[in-house]
């Protein structure tokens, strides 16, 4: 049963608010509070447990018994994709970071392509270009490019795009949804990074989790937690309430509003080099997505017209 359209209209304006927040709070604790960013990321994956289990207790989704084996690869690259975006993030401005994640797309065609002998359209592959080649024009004049933010930023792209690959493939072979899948995953993951933090990052004292936090920042690193899992939330249940074609046109209306913010609120210098990288990325996406709903739409008539 679908949502009413006040509850609709509720549920995107949530996927909207938490979205935006998310990208603006995570880089205010990494710009003006240097909270550790493997520690934030932990606090999001503890917070996106715990609220799935509240999830699972008031029967919002039934869990499906997994082994912990067949979930491996995929709670490493969830952790992996999660810290090197989050590194991007610290690293770059909003702009390069919100550009770098639209190269996810190219990625995941070329992986599939190669790995797993997908093939795509003529016109998909051109969609590519103007994707690339903007966010190449939008980096290569960014005043404020890093090495290391770029590095940062091709990582987290290369092991987003095999978590999503995975994803589908694993959702497909266990015969689960997302949710029953993250139900898993995200303990999994904090146990790993859990591990992990203290190599990398002071646990103790100054700048470590545990440190000598103000009550404020304590306050925002929590609702930065909670909005990660709202933000994983309202988005399956938009997917469950609307169709392919409502939620990718809201996608491209939150990434435009990211990248406005950004600059308005950080204050980045935007060049005229800059806005046309944007404008050729958000090209590229929006016929990207035009030609994929148009093809999944070919395909359900198909399967209608059968006898």
């Given amino acids: 049963m679908l949502a009413r359209p006040g509850w609709l209209a509720a549920g995107l304006l949530v996927n909207l ?30 917070a996106t447990w715990l609220g799935l289990a509240l999830c699972q207790a008031l029967r ?16 490493l690259s969830f952790c992996g994709f999660v810290v090197f975006t989050n590194l991007s993030l610290q ?15 190219p990625a995941i065609v070329a992986i599939q392509s190669l790995f797993y002998g997908k093939s795509f359209p003529l016109r998909i592959k051109l969609t590519l270009i103007p994707i690339t080649v903007g966010v190449f024009l939008n980096s290569y004049y960014d005043v404020k490019f890093n090495f290391f933010g770029m590095v940062f930023a091709t990582l987290g792209v290369l092991v987003t795009s095999l978590y999503q690959v995975w994803v589908g493939a694993k959702q497909h072979e266990l015969q689960v949804n997302s949710m029953q899948l993250l139900y898993y995953q995200a303990p999994m993951s904090s146990a790993m990074l859990l591990c992990i933090v203290p190599f990398f990052e002071p646990v103790f004292g100054e700048g470590g989790i545990f440190g000598p936090w103000t009550p404020s920042a304590v306050l925002m690193v929590l609702l930065s937690g909670i909005i990660a899992f709202m933000v994983n939330l309202s988005i399956y249940w938009i997917i469950g309430n609307t169709s392919a074609v409502t939620y990718n046109m809201f996608g491209h209306f939150k990434f435009c509003i990211t990248l406005l913010g950004g600059y308005l609120l950080f204050k980045d210098p935007l060049s005229l080099n800059q806005v046309l990288g944007i404008l050729c990325t958000l090209l ?17 008539s198909k399967l209608v017209q059968r006898p």
């Fill in 17 to 46: 608010a938490a979205s935006i927040c998310i990208v603006f709070l995570n880089k205010w604790l990494y710009v003006r509070l240097g909270f550790p960013n493997l520690s934030l990321t932990l606090v999001h994956f503890a």
């Fill in 284 to 300: 590229g996406i929006l016929a990207y997505t035009h030609f994929k709903l148009s093809e999944q739409e070919g395909s359900k």
């Fill in 91 to 105: 690293s770059n401005t909003i702009g390069t970071y919100q550009l770098a994640k639209a190269m996810t797309t």
């Fill in 60 to 75: 919002v989704f039934a869990p499906k018994s997994l082994r912990p084996r067949q979930l491996l690869p995929l709670a």
